[in-house]
Structures are given as structure tokens and as C-alpha cells.
């Protein structure tokens, strides 16, 4: 597992990724704001491009999220789905979290799951 990345200043977005087969997980850190928003786009592409069949956000650590970071985890879901059908779920967010995704229904597209091991065994 990488250690988050300190390319971002500490009270900004972080995330560190581990590749578990043909998985990614990608653990966020602090908050996904408008700063963190280009950030997390630049990084979620990285990932996508890598054509993962499963892409698993953990938002364990994630406290707040802002718009255009839902527009980042969006397209990292277009390319993931594209480039080789895999998905992007959810692990773990608070409920402020979680709440964002259930009132813009982005639930539906997104499965959430209590743990990353739940992610991983329902996606196998």
C-alpha cells in the first residue's frame, strides 16, 4: 500500500491507492473540495486508464465532499466503464457522505458498502 500522496497541502485531499488483483482501491483522505477537485480528477484518470475491472473509493477518511469532486468520481466511472466494463463503488462513507449520494441519487449508479472487503467479494 502507498502512503497518501503529499502533493497536496495538509488540510486538502490526499489518497493512496493498492491494487488487490484486478482491483483498485483508492483510500481519500481530508476533504474533496473545490481545490482537491482537480486533484482527485487527475488522479481517478491515472487510475481509469489503467482499465481496473473494479475501482473501490474508501471514504472512511474523507470528510466533506464538494460538487466537483462528484464530478471527478463521474468520470472515472465513464472511462472505467468504457475501456473495460468495470465499475467504481463505494466503501465506508459518513453520513454527510453518504447523504450526498442518496439525495443526487448517485446511489444508484454507485453500489455503497459498509467495509472495502464487502466491495471486493460482492464485485468478484
Do not use: W
Not at 96 to 104: K, P, Q, S, Y
Amino acid at each position: 500500500m502507498n502512503e497518501p500522496s503529499n502533493s497536496q497541502p495538509s488540510n486538502m485531499l490526499k489518497l493512496d491507492e493498492e491494487r488487490v488483483g484486478r482491483s483498485v482501491v483508492v483510500r481519500l483522505y481530508g476533504s474533496a473540495g473545490m481545490e482537491g477537485a482537480e486533484f482527485l480528477k487527475l488522479r481517478l484518470r491515472e487510475i481509469a486508464l489503467s482499465a481496473p475491472a473494479l475501482v473501490v473509493l474508501d471514504m472512511d477518511r474523507l470528510d466533506f465532499l464538494y460538487s466537483e469532486a462528484l464530478e471527478a468520481i463521474l468520470s472515472c466511472h465513464v472511462v472505467v466503464s468504457r475501456r473495460g466494463g468495470g465499475r467504481v463503488c463505494l466503501a465506508n462513507p459518513k453520513p454527510r457522505v453518504r447523504e450526498l449520494f442518496e439525495t443526487t441519487r448517485l446511489n444508484l449508479l454507485f453500489p455503497i458498502f459498509s467495509s472495502v472487503e464487502q466491495a471486493l467479494q460482492a464485485e468478484a
